[in-house]
Each structure stands twice: as C-alpha cells, then as structure tokens.
C-alpha cells in the first residue's frame, strides 16, 4: 500500500506535467500515453485487496512507445521540462497509507476513498479513521468515523502530528498548507483533556478553538466537571489562552464567569510570582501568607521566598530551595523564620516570640562515588516554632526533632571502611538537646591472619582463627537548647576512643555441636576523670576533675557450644486431622572468665568514705565517661539458652498435598548465666518469651522476667536466697502480656488493599487524604498506590490490639492495660462512600483517647475528604474537596477548625 499511495501521487503529478506538454508532443502520442497511464493506473489499483503487497504488471514493461512517459513516473528522471522549464513536484514528500476494506481512485475527480481503518502518513503526521478521501488536486485529506454498536456509537478519527495526538469527529487538512479544520475534537496534554466544537489547526501547530472544554477528568464524552470556554487559543505543550469561561460541575454550572484565564501546559520550572492564601486564625487574625515569588535559576538549583501577615501582629518569613544534580545528588535547604504575636500586652496570655527552623536534607545517587557516601536530614529548630509558628497539624503534634549528618567511605579491596556522622535531637516539650559531634567510627571486616595464600590440602584448624577491629571515637553533651551556645558547655562534652579486638574461631565437633572460641580485649581512652575524696570541713564528698590521657582497659576469654535438636512424632491413624507433630530446641551454652578490674593495680575503682560514721564506698573515676568501666569483681561464668518451637501437619483440603503446616508455638525461650566466683547473686535474672499463632489473623506475645532472689517485703532490697528453696523457680519482677486481632467480612481479597489492615502500609493507609500544608501530586499517589487501592465492596473491617504490663518490685505492684484499634466501614459500595477510625481506650483514667474519624468519598477525578479529633487537647476538624491532578490543584475548597484554637480554652 505504501507503493499505492506513491504511485497515485507521482502519477498525478506526471497527468499534470503532460498536459503542459500537449504542445511539445505529437496529439495521437500524447493520447496514448495518457489512456496509457490511466489503464495502467486503474491496473494497478484492481491489484490491491486489504493490506496485499503490489504485485501488478510494470507499466516500464508495456509497449516501447511507452517508456518515455513512464519515465516521468520516477522523482528523479526528466526533472528538466522541454523549453528549460523546471518540473512542479506535486508534494514534497511521500504519502503512504495502508488499510483492511477497499480503496477506490476517481481519476476524474483526482480523489483516493479509503475504507475502513484507514492509515495514511505524510511526514510527521499520520491519519487513521475509518473513512478518508484524499483530494490530489486540493491537497487534502477528509477523514470521519462511521457508526459503532460499541458504547461510544460511532468510531472517531485519530490524528497525529509532530508527537500530539488527537481524536475528533471530522477533520479536514491540507497537506500543503499544513492546516486543519477540526469538528469535535478530544487531545490529551500531560494530565488535562482539551475537547472543542469546531478547531482550526494553523501551521505554526497552534490551535483557535470554538466552545473549548478544559477537564482532567478521563470521561471527556461526559466529564464530571469542566471549564466551559467560549473561545481559547491552545499551543501544545506550552500554554492554553482563553476569552470568557466559567465552571461546570455536575452538569450545572456556577454562576461565576471570568473573562479570560491562563492555563500554562509546560511543567518545567518558571520563574514567576506566588499567589498567597488568605484565611483567618483564632489566636493570630486574619492573614494572607505563603505568598511571594519563585526564582528558576537553572536546571539544577531554584528557590523559592515566601511570606505572611497577620491582623494581630504576626509575620513569617521562609525561603526554601532545591538543588538536583542528575545521576550525582540531591537536596533541599529550607529557612524559616516568624514573629508570633498572641493576646493583648499585659495580659496573662501575651506572647511574644521570635522562632526559627533551618531544614536540610541531602542524598547521593547509589551509583555515583560508590565507595563514598554523604548524607544529611537536619532539622533544627527553637522550641517554640512548633507550637506556635508552624502552620502543619503534624509540627504541631511532634514532641521530638532529630537531625544526622553521616559520611562513609570503605577502600576498595580492603576490609577497611569508616563512617562519621553526627547527631542532634531535641525534646520540644522540656528543652532537653542531646548533640554528638562527631561520632566516628573504624572498622576492620573479619580476616583470616594465619590462612594460606594458596591453599594445599586440607583447611589446617589455626587457619580458622578470625579477628576484627573496631575503633571508636565520640564527642557528645547533653544540655538545654538555651545553654546550647554558652561557653561553660564546652566543658560538659563527653568523649573518648574505644577500641576493640576480637579474635574468634568456629568447629564443629562430632558433625553436631558447633563450638567458638574468643578472646575479646577492648581499651578505651578518657581525657578526664572525676576524683572523689572526703571533706573532713564540709563532712562531704568532693569532687575533683583533672584532665590528661587516660588509658582504660579490660579483656575477657570465652567459649560457646551450640547445636539443635529435632524431634517428631507420626500418628499412626491415617484418617486423623492431626497427622505429625515436631519439637526443635535450639540449645547454646557458654562459659566466660574475666579478672577482677577492681583491684587496686587497675585503677579503675577506689574505695573512699562516704558517711560522717565512717561508712565506705567503692566507686570508679571513669564511671560516668563515654564508654564505662571495666566491671567490678572477678568473673566465670556460664550462660545457658534454651529457644523452642513447636509445629504440626494437619489435613488440608485446600493443600494438592493434602497436609498443612501450622506453627503451634513460634518461639518458647529463655535464658540465664551463674557466676561461679561472684561473692553472692551468682544467679541472674531469667527472661522468658513467649510467642504464638496459632490462630490465624491472631496473634499472642508474653515475655517476662523471672526474679530467683527473696525480696524484703518492707524494704524491697534482694537478699541471697533462692526461692527455689521453696520450690518457685522466681518471681515475676515485671511481664507483658499483647495479642491483636483482624477482622474483615471477607477472605476472599488477594490483591493488597488499602483498607484491608492486615495488608496495608500505614503511611498510604488513605490514598484519599488531603493536607493542604503538604499536598500530594495524584500522579504520584497513583504510583504510590500501584499495588494499593481502597476497596469500597469491602463491607468493614476492624483491628484491635490489646497489652497489659505488670511490674513488681517487691513492694508495690504496678498494672498498665493499653487498647487501640482500628478499622473502616464501606458505607456505600457503588458511590464510594466509606468511613474510618483509629484511636485507643485508656483504662486508667476509663475514657476514649484521642481518636481521628475520616469520611473519605472518592469522585472519581475529584477527591472529598473530611477528618476530624473529636475530643481531647487535640481537638480539631478539617474538610477539604479538591481536584485530584495537580493542574488544577488550586481549585478546590478546604475549611478547618485550627489546632490553636485549643490553646486557650
């Protein structure tokens, strides 16, 4: 078909050439030739059925008269005319086309009509419709559907030029002109849908447009909502120009008409003004804020200066920037700072304060610099600036900010890395700040000193001996943020270096037992140390600091066995539901020997009088220093664990295999060590765990801590007697007990839904949430949500989780029970109506805690929400409806009830 269209186009263009040279050739030849070329051309049509390759006679093999007209069948041959005249192309190109009925050529009218799926290109553009007429002699194409029995009740034309892509009705385009008349037209432009009555197409690619629809909804034959434009000029991917329009929602449109409007379709970046929002505060007046002006400097850095006012006296200022270096780094500075006024001067309530935060966050391309990594999430604030300068109900609520700052290397073909970091966390309720920098930190991989470099026969047990290194070094203070910046804070900074050495290695003894021996040594070194010395003046302790290097050290020898043991147990009876149970023990058992760092050759621990009577008491000058002391008293000890699990094979129907495994207990373990040259206690305290689920969709954790010492009942101090003298193996110093359950009216759901609990990811828990602080592209969500969808004909589903916690200290016995739940409630699965709610039940005080209620209504390109903390300090409320793409994420309605409102009342 590509040789058709070819052949019709050149054929034309040589009928054309001879009739300028009826003069030039003799009469009778130039008729022959000319009922030569039609008979040829009619020929070679009569050859083509469907999409069948052209297999029709050479007209270059018809009579030898012949051969000098069908030379002008070629492009390049008699490009020169008798009389010096050049020869009129008749396109400057190659029309091509394909299609599945029939094709019938009108020589006498110059037109080509192409049935049923019709396919034609002319350079960039290309037409496919179900009926097309090409006119030779107009340069043009007409092309229109034809009626469908599908839902749309009639095919529709597609038209693509230079990478657009449109649908339409009817559509008429000169080839030479390169312009279009366009009737009904529907085209796409990133997350918009243009749709127009009557278009034309002009050859600079822009488009004037009749009765223009502007939606991003994907039902363009019916949109749920739409700007209705009454003319608009459309430049694709660049921008959308239009006269009067106003807005049409549900078929009724707002009386709101606006007289022209501006629609830019180019996503990149620009620099231009930001509009700000408007709205009123309880506590700070009414504002306009988040407005100024957005700087693109160029494809890698941008910022953005925005700020607000308030009636009452506030104002804020932020800036915030991006920077973006593609396959290298990435990044984000933000600063921000606000006056908050609150109340009336003199009142008890006047506030005045000046916060700020400073926000940065920084990440590398895992590919780019393999061996080096750098990266940074700091966010440092005053205190205040939550509470009463942000604007985000999520600031509000965070109690703690935590920053790190963190760079790694590792050598390439060595055991050898490093990582330096550092670390900042504030608590913004009590002020307290905790700042390590820097903490840095060595290591050596496992490496085998004494292995051979070539390898003959059999592995020799010394070569098995492994060690590592790991050296240590931190600096770090804890403080208020107000003393923070003070000089004498320098003085309060922890830090030293620790190194450690262990050297281990593994064998296996009688194909069963592993056993690992170690030898540990760690060394620390301090540049202070606080001295403590009785006062006979002040009949009190005083201390003294000094500072110099300090080397603290201690070593330890070790040796661990562990092996597993199996059993099972096959019922005989074939027919029984129960068909084997099976016991594994995953037993270990160690034994460790260390001196006494107490002594005095040590110096880590002295002995000085603490009362007035005379008293003593051993304490150690490095006790409060970054990495400890070396324990006090000598030690050989052994450990012992014991981990269990127990499984069964049931009947299974649902199985091909007709059994299933089920896990009765999941772990059932505990352990416990004894001291053989400690002076009493010998005996530690024993944990225990237990943890089963056996239930589907329920599960049960207990875990508890075994005490084996007698207790004074008046005083709660432990004295070294065993309970198990009077056969009670210990008493439970504290125990927590925790089991959850899911409920959902249907197991029937494979897919991973959102408001199936047992499956979601709680931070796309709503994929129809709303923050106006912190929007979320759809087009993102929608990635975000690829496995994940909300699903209305879930009719409900619910989740508790239940703990209860009790400690004892001998004295006085303590019980905390918590509840929290959750769940949502598909209140109609055909309009997409559905309900959550989290929150929890607070035993102590009898009362729900603060819980959020969200009513969720998906409107298919439209998006409704309304979330609210019915009571409590949290106490608030929002609503929001809004455009789900990020076009026209301006255009929605939002409403809320403010989180300072709760401040004073």
């Known amino acids: 078909m590509v040789a058709l269209f070819s052949l019709v186009a050149t054929s034309l263009g040589a009928q054309n050439i001879a009739e300028e040279q009826k003069n030039l050739l003799p009469a009778a030849d130039s008729v022959r030739t000319a009922r030569t070329l039609v008979a040829d051309s009619l020929r070679t049509m009569r050859n083509f059925e469907g999409e069948a390759a052209f297999n029709g006679p050479d007209s270059l093999q018809m009579r030898a008269n012949q051969e000098s007209i069908d030379s002008l ?9 008798p009389g010096g005249r050049k020869k009129r192309n008749f396109l400057d190109e190659v029309i091509s086309g394909k299609n599945k009925d029939s094709l019938y050529y009108d020589v006498r009218g110059k037109m080509v009509h192409i049935y049923e799926q019709g396919d034609v290109t002319y350079g960039n553009m290309n037409m496919k419709a179900d009926y097309m007429r090409v006119s030779m002699d107009k340069k043009e194409i007409l092309a229109y559907g034809k009626a469908d029995t599908s839902a749309y009740g009639h095919t529709r034309p597609e038209f693509t030029d230079a990478g657009s892509t449109y649908t339409m009705d009817t559509v008429t385009y000169n080839i030479d002109t390169k312009r279009a008349k366009i009737y009904g037209v529907v085209t796409k432009d990133g997350e918009g849908y243009l749709t127009g009555k009557e278009v034309k197409m002009m050859d ?25 434009m009454t003319k608009a000029k459309f430049i694709p991917g660049k921008k959308i120009v239009s006269g009067p329009l106003y807005l049409v929602i549900a078929d009724v449109p707002l009386p709101l008409v606006i007289p022209e409007i501006f629609f830019p379709m180019n996503m990149e970046r620009k620099t231009g003004f930001i509009m700000p929002s408007y709205g009123e505060d309880a506590t700070r007046g009414f504002f306009l804020r988040d407005g100024g002006y ?40 933000g600063v921000n700072f606000a006056k908050t006024i609150i109340g009336e001067k003199g009142s008890a309530d006047y506030t005045n304060q000046d916060n700020f935060r400073v926000t940065w966050t920084h ?6 610099n393999p061996n080096s990594t750098f990266s940074a999430n700091v966010n440092f604030s005053t205190s205040g600036y939550n509470k009463l300068a942000s604007n985000s109900l999520s600031d509000y609520l965070s109690a703690q900010t935590n920053s790190s700052i963190a760079y790694s ?13 550092m670390q900042y966390s504030q608590n913004l309720n009590t002020g307290d ?88 040594y760690t060394e620390r070194w301090y540049f202070r140390r606080i001295n403590q010395n009785w006062d006979e003046a002040s009949q009190s302790i005083v201390a003294d600091t000094t500072r110099g290097f300090y080397r603290v050290y201690d070593y330890n020898a070790s040796v661990s066995a562990n092996t597993t043991i199996y059993g099972s147990y096959q019922m005989k009876n074939p027919n029984a539901y129960l068909k084997a149970v099976r016991h594994t023990i995953n037993l270990s058992v160690s034994g460790s020997i260390a001196p006494d760092f107490s002594k005095e050759k040590y110096g880590y621990w002295k002995t000085i009088q603490a009362t007035p009577d005379g008293r003593t008491k051993k304490y150690s000058p490095y006790s409060g220093e970054m990495y400890g002391v070396p324990s006090s008293g000598r030690n050989a000890s052994l450990s012992v664990s014991v981990g269990q699990t127990l499984e069964a094979k049931v009947k299974s129907d649902q199985d091909t295999t007709g059994v299933k495994k089920v896990k009765i207990i999941d772990d059932f373990s505990f352990s416990f060590s004894y001291n053989f040259l ?65 409920f959902n009216s249907s197991d029937l ?13 709680p931070e796309y828990s709503n994929p129809f949430f709303f923050d106006p602080n912190d929007p979320l592209d759809p087009a993102l969500r929608r990635q975000l949500m690829t496995s994940q969808y909300y699903d209305f004909s879930m009719p409900w589903n619910f989740s508790f989780n239940y703990s209860i916690n009790y400690t004892n200290n001998g004295i006085k016995a303590r019980i905390v029970n918590t509840l929290g739940f959750n769940g949502s409630i598909t209140l109609d699965k055909n309009n997409n109506w559905a309900i959550s709610y989290t929150g929890g039940f607070d035993f102590d005080r009898k009362e729900l805690t603060p819980g959020v209620v969200t009513l969720v209504r998906d409107l298919h390109c439209w998006q409704m929400n309304f979330s609210c903390v019915p009571f409590g300090y949290r106490k608030s409320w929002s609503f929001n409806i809004s455009v789900k793409s990020s076009l026209l994420q301006d255009l929605k309605y939002e409403k809320s009830s403010s989180h300072y409102d709760n401040l004073y009342e």
């Open 363 to 368: 990440s590398q391309d895992a590919k780019y």
């Open 73 to 81: 069948l070629t492009t390049e041959a008699d490009s020169i005319l």
């Open 749 to 761: 759901y494979t897919e991973s839904t959102i408001n199936d609990i047992s499956k979601q990811y």
């Open 294 to 333: 957005y700087f693109s400097f160029n494809d890698y850095v941008d910022l953005r200066v925005t700020g607000g006012i308030y009636t009452l006296g506030s104002w804020e200022v932020n800036a915030a920037s991006t920077y973006r270096v593609r396959y290298k780094f990435n990044g984000s500075v």
């Open 409 to 421: 290397h590792s050598w390439k073909g060595t055991p050898m890395s490093m990582t330096a970091n």
């Open 204 to 228: 600079d690619k822009s488009f004037n447009i009749s009765g223009g629809v502007y939606t991003t909804c994907e039902h363009t034959d019916h949109p749920h909502f739409y700007i209705n």
């Open 433 to 520: 700040v905790s700042l390590s920098l820097p903490s840095v930190n060595f290591n050596v991989s496992r490496f085998y000193p004494f292995k051979r470099k070539v390898m003959v026969g059999k592995e020799r047990w010394y070569e098995k001996i492994a060690m590592t290194y790991k050296a240590q070094m931190q600096n770090s203070v804890n403080t208020k943020f107000e003393q923070l910046t003070k000089p004498e804070t320098l003085g309060e900074f922890k830090n030293g270096v620790k190194h450690s050495i262990p050297v281990s290695a593994s064998f296996n003894v009688l194909g069963y037992i592993n056993l690992s021996p170690s030898v540990n």
């Open 678 to 742: 400690a002076d009493s206690m010998k005996l530690s305290n024993i944990p225990v765990r237990i943890r089963s689920s056996i239930i589907p969709k329920f599960g049960i954790n207990i875990s508890m801590t075994l005490d084996p010492y007698e207790v004074d009942k008046k005083t709660g101090v432990r004295y070294d007697k065993l309970l198990l003298r009077r056969g009670i193996p210990g008493r439970i110093s504290s125990t927590g007990w925790s089991c959850g359950y899911t």
